[in-house]
Nanobody
Framework: QVQLVESGGGLVQAGGSLRLVCAASGRTFSSNAMGWFRQAPGKERESVAAINWSGGSAYYADSVKGRFTISRDNAKNTVYLQMNSLKPEDTAVYYC?????????????????WGQGTQVTVSS
């Protein structure tokens, strides 16, 4: 059974940092792009960051560029999202997803495995 399990969410003050971890099991995703998405209450799910199969290329939404860093460890089948300088508008449920392709995609339909999500709350 393929599973993506996110951890590392929580409550943090504005300006603080969190590191999200996505651990995959059931199959290896070393040939797949991986992504982080988020969904705030009343809003659509949006792409936050994505990384290609090797970790050599990354994509960031404009709203998180310069503050968030995505990385991966294929030996551990794990993806990370380091979030710095957090803002209240970053509050959302964050989801890890495994892509259908090896190169970066930012559309939800290009991802076919999803985690359950982890809550990130940033207080002002």
């Amino acid at each position: 059974q393929v599973q993506l399990v996110e951890s590392g969410g929580g409550l943090v003050q504005a300006g603080g940092s969190l590191r999200l971890v996505c651990a995959a099991s059931g199959r290896t995703f070393s040939s797949n792009a991986m992504g982080w998405f988020r969904q705030a209450p009343g809003k659509e799910r949006e792409s936050v960051a994505a990384i290609n199969w090797s970790g050599g290329s990354a994509y960031y939404a404009d709203s998180v560029k310069g503050r968030f860093t995505i990385s991966r460890d294929n030996a551990k089948n794990t993806v990370y999202l380091q979030m710095n300088s957090l803002k209240p508008e970053d509050t959302a449920v964050y989801y890890c997803a495994a892509g259908r392709y090896s190169e970066i995609k930012s559309r939800i339909r290009d991802y076919n495995y999803w985690g359950q999500g982890t809550q990130v709350t940033v207080s002002s």
